[in-house]
């Protein structure tokens, strides 16, 4: 007797066809793809860098930077870490001031850093009044000759963006001798990981059904950057495939660029089998060099983001 049961392979194609005819819209939501294997990724988590220890205000003083240690793309919540210094006595004292992360969250997500890839500070303030916000730690009344150890508990995420789908949060601490200060950390790149791929500014990215993005020019202007970006589209349907507005990390290890969901920038729909080009910019000064973009693209689903680098370290 024959089965009613169709094949995992058939009701696939059946739920896709349907899926369609439902909804209508040009985004595709493919089904999974069988037998891909799942890259086993080892998590160590973020490291901390002691830059500097002083006084300020009666303070203790720390600047820091921080290093993607997870194997995968990571955002580090800033408003959600905490510290504490202990003191040659082994006293423990609370921080009032934190600013330890790759930004300030906005819906559970922020700026991602690429594995490997070490910061010192980031873009804070408003989209219209943009302003850059250094890593530091303070803590009152405690002095620099007491102090030993500063433990900042972070909270951070990693893997692509998918506005549907909150992100899992991990949690770790960085323990940070402070009697240790590096004076000559190397920014933006601290140790180049197998599975980090350092695009060139041609490369062909593809991202949602198929349509693809490519950076066509970089252009330095008064205020920073304007990237020309371009989108093909193979298929024989209308696509676009979102980018944000993109950020840029240098030389200094600050992350030039406000933070907003990269969802709700807009781009051109292109045509079958034709190309669009439009552009976007981004605040960073003139004396800036060895620059790499840290580019979201909206990939297999609506608003599911996945991170690509542009290498304009030469420009």
Request: aromatic fraction near 10%; charge should be neutral; hydrophobic fraction near 40%.
């Amino acid at each position: 007797m024959r089965s009613h049961w169709m094949s995992p392979r058939k009701v696939l194609a059946v739920v896709a066809i349907l899926g369609l005819s439902v909804t209508g819209c040009g985004y595709i939501v493919p089904p999974p793809e069988f037998g891909s294997p799942t890259p086993v990724i080892v998590d160590k988590g973020w490291a901390g860098i002691v830059n500097g220890v002083s006084q300020a205000n009666g303070a203790l003083h720390v600047d820091l930077s921080i290093v993607n240690n997870t194997g995968d793309w990571s955002a580090l919540n800033v408003s959600a870490s905490r510290a504490q210094v202990i003191d040659s006595s082994g006293r423990s004292t609370g921080c009032s001031k934190v600013f330890v992360g790759t930004s300030v969250f906005v819906n559970d997500v922020g700026w991602y850093l690429p594995a490997g890839f070490v910061m010192k500070g980031y873009t804070g303030g408003s989209v219209s009044a943009p302003e850059v916000q250094l890593l530091y730690v303070e803590c009152a009344g405690v002095a620099t000759d007491a102090a030993r150890t500063l433990k900042v508990d972070y909270t951070y995420i990693t893997g692509p963006f998918n506005y549907y789908s909150a992100s899992h949060k991990f949690v770790g601490t960085l323990n940070l001798d402070l009697t240790k200060v590096v004076g000559d950390t190397k920014y933006p790149v601290a140790e180049k990981v197998p599975s980090m791929v350092l695009n060139k500014p041609a490369t062909v990215i593809v991202g949602i059904n198929q349509c693809t993005v490519q950076l066509d020019t970089a252009t330095r202007t008064a205020t920073g950057f304007e990237f020309g970006w371009e989108t093909g589209n193979p298929t024989n349907s209308t696509c676009a495939v979102r980018i944000g507005t993109p950020p840029v990390i240098g030389a200094d290890g600050i992350l030039y660029g406000f933070y907003r969901s990269p969802h709700l920038t807009d781009v051109p729909r292109t045509p079958p089998g034709a190309k669009s080009l439009w552009t976007t910019k981004v605040t960073v000064p003139s004396t800036v060099t060895g620059l790499y973009i840290l580019l979201p693209v909206e990939t297999k689903q609506d608003k599911y983001f996945v991170d690509h680098v542009i290498d304009i370290s030469d420009k």
